[in-house]
């Protein structure tokens, strides 16, 4: 018998849910609108959508991906930057609005629960020590080391996004400076293509004409565009990007001596404009280089399913399934 589990990725104004199975296929998904300020309203929307899939599906597991810092039993979201989640206990509310006591409901940091799908399905199937990393407007992480995913003592591990890489650098929504989130990120990307339309605007002329002549109005999509295209300006922001990535992916593995770097999120659809600078810039710092193996540093394989696909695979085995 096919065994189910749901995952259900929870985004600042919808959700996304799915019926996966054992292989990692989602076999159905539903969505629901929510309310980031207003954290009652996820809960309930999650149960409704629940409710929904329960209707043609058997499951007995329900994984919440969550994009904040989750507790160590997986229960509570602590702290989230962008919905008004503090000290929740996201994992009692929803499973009391389920109202079955044959369902757990466990709760996973997304960018753990996207890490652990790409482990187990995706780009680093065939790895044992691999990091993830998901490049949208933040930076998030996820660790697997032999073949276990790294969660830290308190539950936090592994936000690899605050590690710091610049002293005294740019400030960064965690209270410190020069985290490499604020170099690796979308954010990054827009910040100095924006720097770029206003500092040198004969050099940005692609960029300002896709958008409508506005330097604020740049996003990573028109850097990528642009670049994609063969302007110059455009390749050589992926390029700085993708050094940033890879002089931080060169860092780690002097703690974690990885195989395998996979890199997913928005800031994937540059593709090889990103990712072979960020293999070049690993290469050139990685310690003792030349005297060992260099890790691959690839494109994730999931997309935008990572997160629901993760989540239902975390609670399937927290149930023993
Ligand atoms: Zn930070």
């Given at each position: 018998m096919t065994k189910h589990a749901i995952g259900v990725d929870i985004g600042g104004t919808k959700i996304a849910v799915g019926v996966v199975d054992e292989h990692g296929a989602i076999v159905a998904k539903t969505?629901?609108?929510?309310?980031?300020?207003?954290?009652?309203?996820?809960d309930s929307?999650?149960?409704?959508?629940?409710?929904?899939?329960?209707?043609?599906?058997?499951?007995?597991?329900?994984?919440?991906?969550?994009?904040?810092?989750?507790?160590?039993?997986?229960?509570?979201?602590?702290?989230?930057?962008?919905?008004?989640?503090?000290?929740?206990?996201?994992?009692?509310?929803?499973?009391?609005?389920?109202?079955?006591?044959?369902?757990?409901?466990?709760?996973?940091?997304?960018?753990?629960?996207?890490?652990?799908?790409?482990?187990?399905?995706?780009?680093a199937r065939d790895a044992t020590n691999m990091v993830m990393l998901t490049i949208g407007t933040g930076l998030g992480a996820a660790l697997v080391v032999d073949g276990r995913l790294v969660r830290g003592q308190y539950g936090f591990g592994a936000e690899l996004g605050h590690f710091r890489v610049v002293p005294g650098g740019h400030a960064c929504g965690c209270g410190h400076r020069g985290c490499w989130e604020q170099y690796a990120s979308?954010?990054?990307?827009?910040?100095?293509?924006?720097?770029?339309?206003?500092?040198?605007?004969v050099r940005s002329a692609a960029l300002l004409e896709l958008a409508g002549g506005s330097a604020a109005g740049i996003t990573?999509?028109?850097?990528?565009?642009a670049a994609v295209a063969g302007d110059e300006l455009g390749i050589e922001l992926l390029a700085e990007l993708g050094s940033w990535i890879g002089q931080g992916c060169a860092s780690l593995a002097a703690v974690l001596d990885p195989e395998l770097f996979v890199v997913g999120g928005g800031v994937i659809a540059a593709g090889d404009l990103m990712l072979e600078p960020?293999?070049?810039?690993?290469?050139?710092?990685?310690?003792?280089?030349?005297h060992r193996p260099i890790a691959s540093i690839v494109a994730a394989d999931m997309a935008n399913d990572a997160g629901i696909v993760g989540a239902a695979a975390l609670a399937r085995e927290a149930t023993g399934e």
């Open positions: 969505r629901r609108k929510t309310q980031p300020q207003d954290p009652a309203s996820i929307a999650i149960a409704d959508a629940v409710a929904e899939l329960a209707q043609n599906y058997e499951f007995h597991a329900v994984g919440l991906a969550a994009a904040g810092f989750v507790s160590a039993d997986r229960a509570h979201v602590t702290f989230a930057p962008n919905i008004a989640w503090r000290e929740y206990p996201l994992a009692a509310n929803v499973s009391a609005l389920i109202g079955r006591p044959d369902i757990t409901v466990v709760v996973e940091n997304d960018a753990n629960a996207a890490g652990w799908a790409e482990y187990k399905y995706g780009a979308g954010s990054a990307l827009v910040r100095e293509a924006h720097r770029a339309g206003v500092e040198r605007p990573g999509p028109h850097v990528t565009t960020a293999r070049a810039s690993y290469s050139e710092y990685l310690p003792a280089r030349g």
